[in-house]
């Protein structure tokens, strides 16, 4: 997510009978919990009544609590600012966000279709490419991309199934809507935080989880292994790995995490090695089969005889292991051509081409600056929209519009004219705002929803998100790199 | 067990002992200055830097101050207290999820602790104190050691580490202060500050009673087999521990390394006193530190770093 | 007319290294002209090999050495049969240009439209193109392919050693000089901007010395030429080093975007140490074969298609018979 900061300037606040919304300013996005007539939405009926009875000072302690246990577990991220690489915890606020049955009903089976389309499109672009040859997404588009893999050409994949884990980020717009704002289909995280967060945030409100009956994600790591021994070609002693950079990977905590929830191991690139095709780990008893690798690394790392010869991540000689069936890997080798910023834009009418169906679940309006018609509206329109370079991510090459200076702007029109096809551009959305524990006070602050689908034999979404929100007023940058925290997220039974 | 977990166990534990080691042999050596003449002093330093053989870095050294900057600081010493301690953390950060969180935060707070300590700020004011707390916080960290971790294989790597460190160290004490390498001779209270080198004074003073004699000391150190810092209780737990890593390794490479083990064992469960006392001590101490490093290769050619080719 | 060859890669190390992975694609390729009569790889150490054959149909052989060892010695022999080559036009007709459309290209020639890691327009190149009027391609494409064949072979100076293996072309271009592989570099990368599919050929040539002859390239190592496509002819070899079209002295082994796919070895090895690379190369004509062998060890065959595949096909099916309703 990076829309940039906008103020809500525009926002009326209202006067609320109770004190701990006294700043809870309701404005243009759509608020979670409240309607725009500032009554409490029936879902959120149960927990307001809790909060009214619960004094600042307490909820100021549970939330304490529950930052130190996380300090505790060791649920960290490292930041490398300087030589000293410090840890820290991703800001859990401990008021939940909660999702209705029906709103989840439609997220999943969105998702669903999203992800057997993009598995389709895998397989095609990998395949006879007929998506290509009909017209439907530019040759260009594919064969310039550094993201595609022509090792993968021909090669078939365990139930068509390329990616095998998948987390999608959506937003409501300001219709209440739920829009697919970015797929992640290499290697998503953000798995742990979601389960971690159910832990304590299920302890602080007890009563309250209990009563409105919220759907359970704990099985989430079994339905994983569940998915990664579905890809073994026989089903019995599949042994399964996690393969993580190493220790000093921001991600590591998670990669850990899994591994022992899941009760595999948890290797690096310089504990495997490649013997006649075959994979092994090298442990004190001996060499140890390795049939499926969940691998935590990209694709470029993943084997120095075929790609990045300079990689010291990877395991020379895997890829050809694979390709003779004698490894699985999760997900392929070549998803990231499939959430490429531009290929974004196709995927509702990937969806039309492979399915025969209307999208579920839309896109943000996406305006593809290699098509003349959609270049000449962005530069007549810098002003209102934000601006990504196709290559880039984490904010880096992006213009938002409404923030940038004339000059910048102009600057940046010289930059999309030279080089057209590595822009896109989207309108500023107003993502949804929940309220959040900020300073003592409740206070609404912008959310998006990650999901996570995991599709091997079957596709499985487990009932629950990771809400990632923006902690500071007005914000719509919801990176936990860039001041962003999480929420748990309550899907309801029904 | 991954082999390189096993490897970052092994030498996590390693310099855990070393680090303990050298806070000891400061700590006691600061505490029995007041009772020393400058000379004696001196000669005691030099015992001590013998000891953890940092020789080539305290050539210069003079004073107290100085010996305990550079046994405790000195970046260019690989034995200097904060270089131990800062090894191993970092052995354990990369087996973080093998360790428990107690073993874990007690050594990262060890380190954090110490790290941005000087010894100017040590020294205006009683540096001893110090080294006795860290000390008393390692013995806490092998406490949680003992008590939070499962004794599986990973902890019998901690044990392999610390008692094949601890072996090593022993030797190289006495041989401070038994070899014919010293300035000068050691005197009453010289021996009795070796036994508070290795906290040995009150376990010695037990069975031998406050009689201190060179070779009663020696043979308390070497061949006891109920105290912890004796060179024959490490061996015995180096023996047991290698019969319960790697279990399903063929009986080949256990083999090798059991063999090394037994030959030590054996040097040291037949080792006497009185044959060694008449100058036989320098050359038996070298031989079990030779022996030792032969343990330290061959666990390693068996269990880390063995050709694949050898186990197919 | 029969070719035998034989290629020897040695790989020493300063000091013994262990896990050595590697890749080798110098089997000849068996199509147009050429016939592969027999091919047999023997490595030393002895190592199981594995072969495969990659999307733009090289057979690819690998294996690893697990011991420690200090030499590593690939020797690759092979008997081909060359047929006459089809004797080409001096021209294409003006309207070839136009046959450059989804009509006449396939997937593969689009992909070799697409800048690749060392072929690809950069100033310097476009700089030189300026220079030698070649911004434009000049008359029908075959005869601005030679025209281009010819400029490479007149602008460069053969020399080894002022480029590597890893160089990029601005190299050559700055020097005015390099060898095969980069003449093939810039080549593809002028007839790519020029918007003919092109793409890199690694091999052998039987090279003939002759006094006066044009040719350049060393007589004892892998070769590189280029082939571009041309819709009406195919694809077409030429070889901007010995400034002639390919012909039954160039046997071909692999092909690819550019050098980087088609290495005639690669690997890695674990182990502290240099490595140092000899190669030697033979190519002879020699009597006919006496016997032919099976030269592909498959590690896994053929997967049978799995349900989505077949799903995959139903829907094409469906919608293609949809759309013939709608008409």
Same mark, same amino acid.
């Given at each position: 997510?990076? /829309?940039?900061?906008?103020?809500?300037? /525009?926002?009326?606040?209202?006067?609320?009978?109770?004190?701990?919304?006294?700043?809870?300013?309701?404005?243009?996005?759509?608020?979670?919990?409240?309607?725009?007539?500032?009554?409490v939405?029936?879902?959120?009926?149960?927990?307001?009544?809790?909060?009214?009875?619960?004094?600042?000072?307490e909820?100021?302690?549970?939330? /304490?609590?529950?930052?130190?246990?996380?300090?505790?577990?060791?649920?960290?991220?490292?930041?490398?600012?300087?030589?000293?690489?410090?840890?820290?915890?991703?800001?859990?606020?401990?008021?939940?966000?909660?999702?209705?049955?029906?709103?989840?009903?439609?997220?999943?089976?969105?998702?669903?279709?999203?992800?057997?389309?993009?598995?389709?499109?895998?397989?095609?672009?990998?395949?006879?490419?007929?998506?290509?040859?009909?017209?439907?997404?530019?040759?260009?588009?594919?064969?310039?991309?550094?993201?595609?893999?022509?090792?993968?050409?021909?090669?078939?994949?365990?139930?068509?199934?390329?990616?095998? &884990?998948?987390?999608?980020?959506?937003?409501?717009?300001?219709?209440?809507?739920?829009?697919?704002?970015?797929?992640?289909?290499?290697?998503?995280?953000?798995?742990?935080?979601?389960?971690?967060?159910?832990?304590?945030?299920?302890?602080?409100?007890?009563?309250?989880?209990?009563?409105?009956?919220?759907?359970?994600?704990?099985?989430?790591?079994?339905?994983?292994?569940?998915?990664?021994?579905?890809?073994?070609?026989?089903?019995?002693?599949?042994?399964?790995a996690?393969?993580?950079?190493?220790?000093?990977?921001?991600?590591?905590?998670?990669?850990?995490?899994?591994?022992?929830?899941?009760g595999v191991?948890?290797?690096?690139?310089?504990?495997?090695?490649?013997?006649?095709?075959?994979?092994?780990?090298?442990?004190?008893?001996?060499?140890?089969?390795?049939?499926?690798?969940?691998?935590?690394?990209?694709?470029?790392?993943?084997?120095?005889?075929?790609?990045?010869?300079?990689?010291?991540?990877? &395991?020379p000689?895997?890829?050809?292991?694979?390709?003779?069936?004698?490894?699985?890997?999760?997900?392929?080798?070549?998803?990231?051509?499939?959430?490429?910023?531009?290929?974004y834009?196709?995927?509702?009418?990937?969806?039309?081409?492979?399915l025969?169906?209307?999208?579920?679940?839309?896109?943000?309006?996406?305006?593809?600056?290699?098509?003349?018609k959609?270049?000449?509206?962005?530069?007549?329109?810098?002003?209102?929209?934000?601006v990504?370079?196709?290559?880039?991510?984490?904010?880096y090459?992006?213009?938002?519009?409404?923030?940038?200076?004339?000059?910048?702007?102009?600057?940046?029109?010289?930059?999309?004219?030279?080089?057209?096809?590595?822009?896109?551009?989207?309108?500023?959305?107003?993502? #949804?705002?929940?309220?959040?524990?900020?300073?003592?006070?409740?206070?609404?602050?912008?959310?998006?929803?990650?999901?996570?689908?995991?599709?091997?034999?079957?596709?499985v979404? &487990?009932?629950?998100?990771?809400?990632?929100?923006?902690?500071?007023?007005? #914000?719509?940058?919801?990176?936990?790199? /860039?001041?962003?925290?999480?929420?748990?997220?309550?899907?309801?039974?029904? | 067990?991954?082999?390189?977990?096993?490897?970052?166990?092994?030498?996590?534990?390693?310099?855990?002992?070393?680090?303990?080691?050298?806070?000891?042999?400061?700590?006691?050596?600061?505490?029995?200055?007041?009772?020393?003449?400058?000379?004696?002093?001196?000669?005691?330093?030099?015992?001590?830097?013998?000891?953890?053989?940092?020789?080539?870095?305290?050539?210069?050294?003079?004073?107290?101050?100085?010996?305990?900057?550079?046994?405790?600081?000195?970046?260019?010493?690989?034995?200097?207290?904060?270089?131990?301690?800062?090894?191993?953390?970092?052995?354990?950060? %990369?087996?973080?999820?093998?360790?428990?969180?107690?073993?874990?935060?007690h050594?990262?707070?060890?380190?954090?602790?110490?790290?941005?300590?000087?010894?100017?700020?040590?020294?205006?004011?009683?540096p001893?104190?110090?080294?006795?707390e860290?000390?008393?916080?390692?013995?806490?960290?092998?406490?949680?050691t003992?008590?939070?971790?499962?004794?599986?294989?990973?902890?019998?790597?901690?044990?392999?580490?610390?008692?094949?460190?601890?072996a090593?160290?022993?030797?190289?004490?006495?041989?401070a202060?038994?070899?014919a390498?010293?300035?000068?001779?050691?005197?009453?209270?010289?021996?009795?500050?070796l036994l508070?080198?290795? @906290?040995?004074?009150?376990?010695?003073?037990?069975?031998?009673?406050?009689?201190?004699?060179?070779?009663?000391?020696?043979?308390?150190?070497?061949?006891?087999?109920?105290?912890?810092?004796?060179?024959?209780?490490?061996?015995?737990?180096?023996?047991?521990?290698? @019969?319960?890593?790697?279990?399903?390794?063929?009986?080949?490479?256990?083999?090798?390394?059991?063999?090394l083990?037994?030959?030590?064992?054996?040097?040291?469960?037949?080792? %006497?006193?009185?044959?060694?006392?008449?100058?036989?001590?320098?050359?038996?101490?070298?031989?079990?530190t030779? %022996?030792?490093?032969?343990?330290? @290769?061959?666990?390693?050619?068996?269990?880390?770093?063995?050709?694949a080719?050898?186990?197919? | 007319?029969?070719?035998?060859?034989?290629?020897?890669?040695?790989?020493?190390?300063?000091?013994?290294?262990?896990?050595?992975?590697?890749?080798?694609?110098?089997?000849?390729?068996?199509?147009?002209?050429?016939?592969?009569?027999?091919?047999?790889?023997?490595?030393?150490?002895?190592?199981?090999?594995?072969?495969?054959?990659d999307?733009?149909?090289?057979?690819?052989?690998?294996?690893?050495?697990?011991?420690?060892?200090?030499?590593?010695?690939i020797?690759?022999?092979?008997?081909?049969?060359?047929?006459?080559?089809?004797?080409?036009?001096?021209?294409?007709?003006?309207?070839?240009?136009?046959?450059?459309?989804?009509?006449?290209?396939?997937?593969?020639?689009?992909?070799?439209?697409?800048?690749?890691?060392?072929?690809?327009?950069?100033?310097?190149?476009?700089?030189?193109m300026?220079?030698? !009027?070649?911004?434009?391609?000049?008359?029908?494409?075959?005869?601005?392919?030679?025209?281009?064949?010819?400029?490479?072979?007149?602008?460069?100076?053969?020399?080894?050693?002022?480029?590597?293996?890893?160089?990029?072309?601005?190299?050559?271009?700055?020097?005015?000089?390099?060898?095969?592989?980069?003449?093939a570099?810039?080549?593809?990368?002028?007839?790519?901007?020029?918007?003919?599919?092109?793409?890199?050929?690694? !091999?052998?040539?039987?090279?003939?010395?002759?006094?006066?002859?044009?040719?350049?390239?060393?007589?004892?190592?892998?070769?590189?030429?280029?082939?571009?496509?041309?819709?009406?002819?195919?694809?077409?070899?030429?070889?901007?080093?010995?400034?002639?079209?390919?012909? +039954?002295?160039?046997?071909?082994?692999?092909? !690819?975007?550019?050098?980087?796919?088609?290495?005639?070895?690669? !690997?890695?090895?674990?182990?502290?140490?240099?490595?140092?690379?000899?190669?030697?190369?033979?190519?002879?004509?020699?009597?006919?074969?006496?016997?032919?062998?099976?030269?592909?060890?498959?590690?896994?065959?053929?997967?049978?298609?799995?349900?989505? +595949?077949?799903?995959?096909?139903?829907?094409?099916?469906?919608?293609?018979?949809?759309?013939?309703?709608?008409?």
């Open positions: 997510m990076q /829309q940039g900061a906008l103020a809500d300037d /525009q926002a009326t606040p209202m006067p609320r009978p109770d004190g701990a919304y006294a700043n809870y300013a309701l404005g243009a996005p759509y608020d979670e919990m409240f309607a725009r007539d500032g009554t939405r029936e879902h959120y009926a149960a927990l307001a009544e809790r909060l009214a009875t619960l004094p600042p000072e909820l100021y302690r549970r939330q /304490q609590a529950c930052e130190l246990s996380f300090l505790h577990q060791g649920i960290t991220f490292t930041v490398y600012s300087d030589a000293q690489a410090t840890e820290r915890i991703i800001p859990t606020d401990l008021l939940p966000r909660i999702v209705t049955a029906a709103e989840w009903a439609r997220i999943e089976r969105g998702l669903k279709q999203r992800i057997g389309a993009l598995n389709l499109f895998l397989r095609d672009v990998y395949g006879d490419a007929r998506v290509l040859r009909d017209g439907i997404v530019p040759r260009s588009m594919i064969y310039g991309s550094r993201h595609y893999r022509r090792e993968m050409r021909e090669l078939s994949v365990p139930h068509g199934a390329y990616v095998n &884990v998948c987390g999608s980020d959506l937003v409501r717009n300001e219709a209440g809507d739920f829009v697919v704002l970015e797929d992640n289909l290499r290697v998503p995280s953000g798995v742990s935080y979601m389960l971690a967060n159910r832990d304590v945030v299920r302890r602080a409100f007890p009563a309250v989880f209990r009563r409105m009956g919220v759907r359970a994600i704990e099985h989430y790591p079994r339905e994983l292994l569940t998915t990664l021994r579905s890809l073994a070609p026989f089903h019995e002693d599949v042994s399964i996690v393969l993580t950079p190493g220790v000093f990977n921001s991600a590591y905590f998670e990669h850990a995490f899994l591994a022992r929830q899941m191991e948890l290797v690096e690139g310089r504990d495997l090695l490649v013997n006649d095709n075959v994979v092994y780990t090298r442990t004190t008893s001996g060499l140890k089969r390795i049939d499926v690798i969940y691998r935590r690394i990209d694709d470029d790392f993943i084997d120095p005889l075929i790609f990045r010869e300079d990689s010291s991540l990877g &395991v000689g895997l890829f050809n292991a694979y390709r003779a069936g004698n490894v699985m890997i999760a997900n392929a080798l070549g998803t990231g051509i499939a959430d490429d910023k531009a290929l834009a196709y995927v509702p009418r990937l969806i039309r081409y492979y025969a169906e209307e999208p579920v679940l839309n896109n943000v309006e996406t305006f593809l600056c290699r098509e003349e959609s270049l000449s509206h962005v530069l007549a329109n810098l002003d209102t929209l934000v990504k370079a196709v290559g880039e991510s984490g904010g090459g992006m213009l938002v519009g409404p923030h940038a200076s004339r000059a910048e702007r102009d600057e940046f029109a010289q930059k999309i004219r030279a080089d057209p096809e590595n822009y896109i551009a989207q309108p500023t959305i107003q993502l #949804s705002t929940a309220p959040t524990f900020v300073d003592g006070v409740v206070e609404p602050r912008h959310v998006d929803l990650r999901p996570f689908i995991l599709q091997g034999e079957e596709t979404i &487990v009932p629950g998100a990771l809400t990632r929100v923006a902690l500071k007023r007005g #914000s719509l940058v919801v990176n936990s790199s /860039q001041g962003g925290g999480s929420k748990d997220t309550w899907v309801l039974a029904g | 067990m991954l082999s390189r977990v096993a490897e970052s166990l092994y030498w996590m534990s390693r310099y855990v002992e070393r680090a303990e080691h050298t806070t000891r042999l400061i700590a006691v050596k600061l505490e029995s200055m007041i009772e020393q003449t400058h000379e004696e002093s001196h000669a005691s330093w030099r015992r001590v830097v013998a000891a953890l053989s940092a020789e080539k870095h305290a050539k210069d050294a003079a004073i107290s101050y100085d010996f305990t900057n550079i046994l405790t600081f000195e970046r260019a010493n690989p034995s200097a207290l904060l270089l131990s301690l800062r090894n191993a953390r970092d052995n354990a950060r %990369q087996v973080r999820e093998q360790l428990s969180t107690e073993v874990w935060e050594l990262n707070r060890l380190y954090l602790r110490l790290q941005p300590i000087t010894i100017d700020a040590i020294w205006v004011h009683h001893a104190r110090l080294f006795r860290i000390l008393e916080d390692m013995h806490a960290l092998e406490g949680v003992n008590s939070t971790l499962s004794h599986g294989e990973g902890w019998y790597f901690l044990e392999l580490g610390r008692h094949i460190e601890r090593q160290l022993i030797g190289r004490m006495l041989d202060h038994f070899g390498t010293q300035a000068a001779a050691p005197k009453y209270f010289d021996w009795l500050v508070k080198f290795c @906290t040995a004074f009150e376990p010695y003073c037990k069975a031998h009673t406050a009689a201190l004699k060179p070779d009663t000391i020696a043979e308390f150190l070497l061949f006891d087999a109920e105290f912890p810092h004796s060179l024959r209780f490490s061996v015995d737990r180096v023996c047991d521990a290698l @019969t319960r890593v790697a279990p399903g390794a063929a009986p080949a490479r256990r083999a090798a390394v059991e063999r083990a037994g030959r030590l064992k054996a040097a040291v469960d037949f080792g %006497q006193i009185d044959e060694l006392m008449g100058g036989g001590l320098a050359p038996y101490l070298a031989e079990i030779h %022996q030792c490093e032969q343990i330290h @290769t061959s666990l390693y050619a068996s269990y880390i770093v063995y050709g080719e050898t186990v197919l | 007319m029969f070719y035998s060859l034989r290629h020897i890669t040695r790989f020493r190390y300063s000091a013994p290294v262990h896990e050595s992975v590697m890749e080798l694609r110098m089997q000849p390729r068996s199509e147009g002209p050429q016939t592969l009569r027999s091919f047999q790889i023997t490595t030393n150490p002895r190592a199981q090999l594995y072969a495969y054959t999307y733009l149909g090289n057979a690819v052989y690998h294996f690893n050495v697990l011991r420690a060892h200090e030499e590593l010695r020797e690759a022999q092979a008997v081909v049969e060359m047929a006459a080559i089809p004797v080409l036009p001096e021209t294409v007709d003006a309207l070839e240009w136009s046959r450059y459309n989804p009509y006449n290209l396939s997937d593969i020639h689009f992909d070799l439209l697409e800048p690749s890691k060392f072929a690809r327009l950069s100033r310097p190149l476009a700089e030189f300026a220079q030698r !009027g070649i911004e434009k391609p000049a008359g029908d494409a075959l005869s601005a392919l030679k025209a281009l064949n010819r400029t490479i072979y007149d602008a460069f100076d053969y020399q080894i050693g002022v480029t590597e293996v890893h160089s990029p072309i601005e190299q050559a271009l700055a020097a005015r000089r390099g060898v095969c592989q980069d003449f570099h810039i080549m593809i990368a002028v007839a790519r901007a020029w918007g003919i599919p092109a793409r890199y050929v690694s !091999g052998y040539l039987n090279s003939r010395r002759r006094a006066g002859a044009r040719e350049r390239s060393g007589e004892d190592a892998t070769h590189a030429w280029i082939e571009a496509y041309l819709p009406s002819l195919g694809w077409l070899g030429f070889d901007p080093t010995n400034d002639i079209l390919a012909g +039954d002295r160039h046997i071909r082994a692999a092909v !690819g975007r550019d050098y980087a796919d088609v290495p005639p070895t690669r !690997g890695t090895f674990k182990g502290l140490a240099e490595s140092e690379l000899a190669i030697s190369v033979a190519v002879e004509p020699t009597q006919a074969p006496v016997r032919h062998e099976e030269f592909l060890r498959i590690a896994r065959p053929m997967k049978p298609r799995t349900p989505s +595949d077949l799903a995959l096909d139903r829907l094409h099916h469906q919608q293609q018979q949809q759309q013939q309703q709608q008409q």
